[in-house]
C-alpha cells in the first residue's frame, strides 16, 4: 500500500503543468475578487458563526466550494505577484527575507519582464481593468495601467503605509482609526485623484468603478481584477454598515465585502452575462492574528498571516461559472492562485508563455467535476526559503517559524515534521516518526523542486531614489 503511494506521488510529481487552448465559443468573461487579510474562518460558507456572508454562500451554493487552495506567500507583494504570473515569488525576485513586502520608500516592483494576466488577456482580446490594490510596485512603470491593465484605480500599496507623523503612536491608530491617520494616495490610471484615500467609501467606490466597467464592456469579452484593500488594518467601513454585524468592526468590513461581491453578481445576472463569466473569490494570505479582534480568523487551521502553516496559506475560495461549473460542489482538490493564472489563460485561449517556468496548472476539469486536480503538490515559501512542502495528504515542515509575536526565530527540523492534513488539518500531531519513507520522498521531491529555481534579484530590496 504504501509504496504504491510513493509510485503516485512520484508519478504525480513528475508531471509539467499542462494547459489546453479554449475555443472562442468558449471563451468567459473573468472576474477575480481578492481580499486582503481574510482568514480561512471568516466567511459563513467556512464556518464563522457571526459574520453573514449570504452572497459568497449564495456563489459558494451555485459554484465550487474549494476547501484546499493556497495562496503561494503568507504576505501580500509576493502572493500578489504569484497571482499576477503564475509564478512562485522567487523565480521573479518578488520576495525577500529582509523587507517582506514593497514599502512607499520601494524603489522595485514587478519586472517588466513578466508576463502578467492582464497582458496575456489583452492580447487575446479582452478588456482589462484593476480595481483596488495593487502593491506590486508604485512608481509608474510598474502600476497596473503599465502590466497589461486598460484602466486602474485603486491604492499602490497597504492602507496602513504612509501613517502621518502626528497620528496617535503604536497600535492606537489602529485601534480608533480615522481617515487622516493615513496618506494613502488613490490613483485613477498614472495620477493621484484623493489623497488621503477616504477608507471609509472605499470599498463602495471600487464597487462601482467595478460595475461601471462591466457595463460598459458587456458586448466584450472582459478581465476584471478587484483586489479589495480590507480587512487589513485599518479596518473602515461605511456608514451602511456600521454595526451590522455581531462580530464587531472587523465583521461590517467582511459583511461590505460581501455586499460588494453580491453587486457584482448581481449585475452579470441582471446584464445576462451570468452564465458566460467566470468569478473567483479568495485571499492573499491568512489573517493578521495579532491584531487581536481587528484581525480575522483562520478557523481550525494553525497561525495566520506571516507564516507557512497552513492558516497562513490556506485561503477562503470559491468559483462560480453558473452552467458550466455544477452548483453545491464542495471540493478537497488541492489548488492554489497561481493555478487561476492558468486556468484563465486557457479558458481564454490566451497563449501560457512557453519560454518560462510557469507554476500553475490547468484546473478548468477539475472545477467542472470531470476530474481530480493536476495540482499534487504544494509549495511553501517565506521570503527565498523554503519552509514546507505538501505531496497529498502529507505536509512536511523543514523550517518552522510562528508570525510576528514572540518567539519568532526559525527552526529547522532535521527529520522535518511531518502532518497529514486530511486527517489533521490544524497541524497539531507530528507524524514523522511513523513515516519515514513519506518523509524522503518529500524531501527528494524538494530536491527535484529547487533545482528548477533560479533565483532572481529581489526587486524588494530596492531604494527609492
Not at 43 to 67: Q, S, W, Y
Not at 218 to 231: A, G, V
Not at 267 to 293: A, H, M
Not at 440 to 453: D, F, G, L, M, S
Amino acid at each position: 500500500m504504501l509504496n504504491k503511494l510513493l509510485l503516485s506521488v512520484a508519478a504525480c510529481l513528475a508531471l509539467l503543468p499542462t494547459t489546453r487552448r479554449a475555443t472562442a465559443a468558449e471563451t468567459p468573461n473573468i472576474v477575480v475578487i481578492f481580499a486582503d487579510d481574510l482568514g480561512y474562518g471568516d466567511l459563513g460558507c467556512f464556518g464563522h458563526p457571526t459574520i453573514k456572508t449570504p452572497n459568497l454562500d449564495r456563489m459558494a451554493a451555485e459554484g465550487v466550494r474549494l476547501t484546499q487552495f493556497y495562496s503561494a506567500s503568507p504576505v501580500c507583494t509576493p502572493s500578489r505577484a504569484a497571482l499576477m504570473t503564475g509564478r512562485l515569488p522567487i523565480r521573479s525576485g518578488m520576495c525577500s527575507d529582509t523587507r517582506r513586502v514593497l514599502f512607499p520608500n520601494s524603489g522595485g516592483g514587478i519586472p517588466a519582464s513578466e508576463i502578467t494576466m492582464a497582458e496575456a488577456l489583452k492580447d487575446a482580446g479582452y478588456a482589462t481593468a484593476c480595481v483596488g490594490k495593487w502593491h506590486l510596485g508604485h512608481l509608474p512603470q510598474f502600476l497596473p495601467t503599465s502590466n497589461g491593465f486598460d484602466s486602474y484605480f485603486g491604492i499602490p500599496y497597504s492602507n496602513d503605509m504612509d501613517r502621518v507623523n502626528d497620528a496617535p503612536k503604536g497600535r492606537e491608530s489602529f485601534w480608533n482609526p480615522k481617515v487622516e491617520y493615513w496618506n494613502v494616495p488613490l490613483m485613477r490610471n498614472l495620477e493621484i485623484a484623493e489623497r488621503p484615500a477616504d477608507q471609509t467609501t472605499i470599498t463602495r467606490r471600487y464597487t462601482e468603478a467595478a460595475l461601471s466597467f462591466i457595463k460598459e464592456n458587456k458586448d466584450r469579452k472582459f478581465f476584471l481584477y478587484l483586489p479589495h484593500s480590507l480587512p487589513h488594518v485599518p479596518l473602515f467601513r461605511s456608514k451602511e454598515f456600521e454595526g451590522r454585524s455581531l462580530r464587531g468592526l472587523f465583521g461590517d468590513v467582511v459583511e461590505e465585502i460581501d455586499w460588494s461581491v453580491g453587486q457584482v453578481l448581481d449585475t452579470l445576472r441582471r446584464l445576462k452575462l451570468d452564465q458566460n463569466t467566470i468569478v473567483w473569490f479568495t485571499s492573499d494570505n491568512g489573517p493578521w492574528l495579532t491584531f487581536n479582534e481587528h484581525g480575522g480568523s483562520a478557523g481550525l487551521l494553525r497561525d495566520g498571516k506571516g507564516t507557512t502553516w497552513d492558516g497562513g496559506m490556506r485561503e477562503p475560495s470559491v468559483c462560480w461559472w453558473p452552467g458550466t461549473i455544477p452548483a453545491g460542489q464542495v471540493s478537497a482538490e488541492l489548488g492554489t492562485t497561481m493555478d487561476i493564472y492558468v486556468t484563465n489563460l486557457a479558458l481564454a485561449g490566451a497563449a501560457k508563455p512557453t519560454d518560462r517556468h510557469i507554476d500553475g496548472y490547468d484546473l478548468t476539469d477539475m472545477l467542472k467535476g470531470k476530474t481530480e486536480s493536476p495540482r499534487k503538490e504544494v509549495l511553501y515559501y517565506r521570503g527565498t526559503r523554503l519552509m514546507a512542502m505538501r505531496v497529498g495528504p502529507w505536509k512536511a515542515h523543514f523550517i518552522t517559524q510562528e508570525s510576528y509575536t514572540g518567539n519568532n526565530k526559525a527552526v529547522e527540523h532535521d527529520p522535518p515534521v511531518l502532518y497529514n492534513l486530511n486527517v489533521d488539518p490544524s497541524e497539531k500531531w507530528n507524524v514523522a516518526s511513523d513515516h519515514p519513507d513519506i518523509i524522503a520522498a518529500i524531501k527528494r521531491a524538494a530536491v527535484r523542486h529547487k533545482e528548477t529555481v533560479e533565483p532572481a534579484p529581489s526587486q524588494l530590496e530596492i531604494p527609492l531614489k
